[in-house]
């Protein structure tokens, strides 16, 4: 059964770069079909989805996010990456990895979760 763990600092600055890290467990992430997401869950608001990276490491992006986004992998240590740039605290949230078996925006189709982990940021 497919594990995944997410790391990472919990607090980060204004106008700095947040940078989490999903470890996987149980399962290559190079293994078709799967796509290997990253959402997030602000206070108070829905889950939504903020970008994935495909088994063949094509990557897709939310339309807002897009220019502050990147999603990356290391293949030797079956683990890929999120990194957001400029953050502000809007960009406060559980932030969690996921694997699902179609590269889609619909949080609700993605299978298997992280225990998502607490981005705080604050000056």
């Known amino acids: 059964q497919v594990q995944l763990q997410e790391s990472g600092p919990g607090l980060v600055k204004p106008s700095q770069t947040l940078s989490l890290t999903c470890t996987v467990s149980g399962g290559s992430i190079t293994i078709d079909p799967y796509y290997w997401a990253w959402l997030r869950q602000p206070p108070g608001k829905a889950r939504e989805w903020i970008g994935h990276?495909?088994?063949?490491?094509?990557?897709n992006y939310r339309p807002s996010l897009k220019s502050r986004t990147s999603i990356s992998r290391d293949t030797s240590k079956n683990q890929f990456s999120l990194q957001l740039k400029s953050v502000t605290p809007e960009d406060t949230a559980v932030y969690y990895c996921?694997?699902?078996?179609?590269?889609?925006?619909?949080?609700?189709?993605?299978?298997?979760w992280g225990q998502g982990i607490q981005v705080t940021v604050s000056s």
């Open positions: 990276i495909g088994y063949a490491g094509n990557t």
């Open positions: 996921a694997r699902g078996n179609f590269g889609t925006s619909d949080a609700h189709l993605y299978n298997d």
